[in-house]
């Protein structure tokens, strides 16, 4: 089916979740979201007993060390409760879904908590267009930020401004091939 693309730009809200690295064995260390009225929440986590994978390459590309996640981070719990809290009732959105939402089970799960909220994949919203805009879109928009930080406040900002962008140049593309058309 294809999206109809109109000129109110919907904004999502944007989760993104930093981690000790890829695969089953690794664990959430940051989540950041940002609404869709432009709230922000961002928080550390610290790692529970057993969580022990760490990938040195992950954390040179984010730059969270173990030694930051014991001193600032906070416990699951605290943590889930202030994003319970922050998105109760609403549906938030991930462009790395397939990681993310497993980080975010295991995050809940270690806090013995439920989400009130839920996690789906970026990709539900985009049309075609927007996602042939997507990369280079995010890509100029990353060469345009003096000092780049892959966190996750910021990553859910970019990929924000990302959907944003190609709403309104799919859009302008939309308007073009319709004026052409006649």
């Known amino acids: ?9 919907y904004l999502p809200s944007i ?4 981690a000790s690295g890829f695969g089953a064995h690794s664990y959430p260390i940051e989540v950041g979201v940002i609404k869709d009225n432009g709230e922000r929440f961002c928080s550390l986590i610290r790692p529970q007993a057993g969580w022990n994978h760490w990938d040195e390459e992950a954390e040179a590309l984010h730059g969270i060390s173990r030694s930051l996640l014991q001193q600032k981070g906070r416990s699951p719990i605290e943590v889930c409760q202030d994003l319970n809290h922050f998105l109760s009732g609403q549906t938030v959105y991930s462009d790395g879904w397939v990681v993310d939402q ?3 089970i295991k995050l809940f799960h270690a806090a013995g908590l439920a989400m009130t909220f839920s996690v789906s994949s970026l990709e539900m919203l985009l049309n075609e267009t927007q ?3 997507w990369h280079q879109t995010k890509d100029n928009l990353l060469a345009n930020i003096t000092k780049p930080r892959h966190r996750a406040s910021h990553d859910a900002a970019l990929i924000q401004d990302t959907f944003r962008l190609t709403s309104q140049l799919a859009y302008q593309q939309n308007q073009r091939e319709l004026i052409s058309s006649h």
Not at 1 to 9: E, S
Not at 15 to 18: L, T, Y
């Open 102 to 104: 497993p980080w975010m």
């Open 15 to 18: 989760i993104d979740v930093e």
């Open 1 to 9: 089916m294809k999206k109809i693309i109109t000129k109110n730009h």
């Open 131 to 133: 996602m042939g805009l």
